[in-house]
């Protein structure tokens, strides 16, 4: 299966698409935990990312292809894969068309994690990153005994740094210019399923579930 997880920031694409991967077995291909992980390479490429990341901008469209197409040539993507986080722009999402027909490895579909606004506030200000497992979780959101299970275990509740209100405003102003265009290139292709993505984490994994089938 080959899937593009689309959505605003805080929709949910990282938590569901970590679902998806365990139950089908494909990897998730999150294009920000890749920027993230050449931040803290600290090389001059992670360098010249982060201060585009830190500022809610995107990074360029041809660097993004390049980085994307090296990631699916690698053997754990020869079953399929989630896209999260990538196409963000129309160029990149034609980018990506004409690479998988290359590679002959049509998409299966996109789906829209279709969330309110005015909740991705709320999401991404309270989210928070266990430093022991990797899990997310958000002060707001989840019960209080996983919150203090991480500080119990000795592990630490880590705030992305673009998570502050400042960048997040940016980074939804970038989402309706840049990226809202890109669900229209999929709904033209009758490719486009679209999930009402608020609710319990369990909830939205239902109707992906069933979008997919
Ligand atoms: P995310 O974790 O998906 O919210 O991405 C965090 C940041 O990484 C974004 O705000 C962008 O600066 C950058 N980024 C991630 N994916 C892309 C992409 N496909 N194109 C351009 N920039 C990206």
């Known amino acids: 299966m080959r899937i593009i997880l689309l959505g605003a920031p805080?929709?949910?694409k990282g938590t569901q698409a970590k679902r998806l991967m365990k139950d089908r077995e494909i990897p998730q291909i999150s294009t920000g935990d890749m920027l993230r992980a050449a931040v803290a390479s600290g090389t001059e490429f992670g360098q010249k990312a982060k201060a585009i990341m830190d500022a809610g901008q995107l990074v360029s469209d041809d660097i993004m292809i390049g980085?994307?197409?090296?990631?699916?040539?690698?053997?754990?993507a020869e079953?399929?894969?989630?896209l999260d986080g990538f196409p963000r722009t129309s160029q990149q999402a034609s980018d990506l068309e004409a690479l998988l027909a290359e590679l002959d490895k049509p998409l299966d579909a996109a789906v829209l994690l279709d969330v309110d606004f005015s909740v991705l506030m709320k999401r991404l200000t309270g989210r928070r990153t266990c430093s022991l497992t990797g899990k997310l979780l958000n002060v707001y959101?989840?019960?209080q005994e996983e919150l203090d299970a991480v500080t119990e275990a000795g592990g630490e509740l880590i705030q992305r740094e673009d998570d502050n209100e400042d960048t997040i405003s940016s980074r939804l102003d970038v989402y309706r210019e840049q990226t809202e265009p890109v669900i229209e290139f999929y709904r033209e292709r009758d490719a486009l399923k679209t999930v009402q993505a608020e609710g319990s984490v369990d909830e939205?994994?239902?109707?992906?579930?069933a979008a997919l089938d």
């Open 10 to 12: 805080g929709s949910g």
């Open 67 to 76: 980085i994307i197409r090296e990631r699916i040539a690698e053997p754990d």
């Open 79 to 82: 079953n399929g894969f989630i």
């Open 141 to 143: 959101f989840s019960p």
């Open 204 to 209: 939205v994994y239902e109707r992906l579930l």
